[in-house]
């Protein structure tokens, strides 16, 4: 496929499970972008990868959550011990080439993560 | 927390009519980007405008874009059922490394056949 791919669509869990929420960019982006979305609001920035550097996580809400990108291309995100305010959207965006946000990012239809 | 503001948050319109939202944020800015998202799927991008522009088309698509007043517009013109989603605008803050975008809380737009 040419667009950017999550897995799974749907995920229930029960408070205080770990879950991990996968995406396929597009292949050859060097830019990875998660973003969480709130019911009826717009995107919220979690953190960035340049290749597998984890270059900014600012927008992590707590230590319970942690991103990879180990070889550069499929990223993981990762919440442990889940409450409920974690549910929520979770995006995942590639771009072509390095920094700069002066070019389009293309979304995968996002993981819908509902905690019980 | 997010940059700024949408408005409308929601508009209803006829097919053929045109739509126009609008964004305000807060720090000065790079570029703009505006977004569609549609019930349930991922954001698609529509257009990018730099701090440098202040106008730019794309077939139905014409956005605007004042800096000295923190806004940009959407319009969309001759809408369509079809355009019927949740429209974001998106920037990217100055100093930014990395090409984060912050998002607006979106406007919801109703197109009725």
């Known amino acids: 496929g040419a667009g950017v791919s999550q897995s799974p669509r749907y995920k229930v869990a029960k408070r205080g499970q770990d879950v991990a929420l996968r995406c396929d960019p597009i292949?050859?982006?060097?830019?990875l972008f998660w973003y969480q979305q709130a019911l009826g609001q717009g995107p919220e920035f979690l953190t960035y990868?340049?290749?597998?550097?984890?270059?900014?996580k600012s927008g992590l809400p707590s230590d319970r959550f942690f991103a990879e990108r180990p070889e550069g291309s499929v990223s993981t995100l990762k919440i442990q011990r889940t409450q409920q305010e974690d549910s929520a959207v979770y995006l995942c965006?590639?771009?072509?080439?390095?920094?700069?946000?002066?070019?389009?990012?293309?979304f995968g239809d996002g993981t819908r993560l509902s905690i019980l | 927390s997010q940059q700024g503001e949408e408005d409308p948050q929601a508009l209803s319109i006829q097919e053929g009519e045109n739509a126009t939202m609008n964004c305000s944020y807060k720090?000065?800015?790079?570029?703009l980007q505006w977004y569609r998202q549609n019930s349930g799927r991922g954001l698609v991008h529509l257009i990018l405008?730099?701090?440098?522009?202040r106008e730019k088309h794309s077939g139905r698509l014409r956005v605007t874009l004042d800096t000295s007043k923190k806004s940009s517009s959407l319009l969309i013109t001759a809408s369509r059922a079809a355009d019927t989603a949740s429209y974001f605008c998106?920037?990217?803050?100055?100093?930014?490394?990395?090409?984060?975008?912050?998002f607006g809380q979106g406007t919801e737009l109703s197109v009725k056949p």
């Open positions: 965006a590639s771009s072509l080439d390095v920094g700069g946000g002066d070019q389009p990012q293309h």
């Open positions: 292949s050859g982006h060097v830019s």
């Open positions: 990868f340049q290749n597998e550097a984890q270059l900014d």
């Open positions: 720090t000065s800015i790079n570029n």
């Open positions: 405008i730099r701090s440098n522009e």
């Open positions: 998106a920037t990217d803050v100055i100093y930014n490394q990395g090409g984060k975008l912050i």
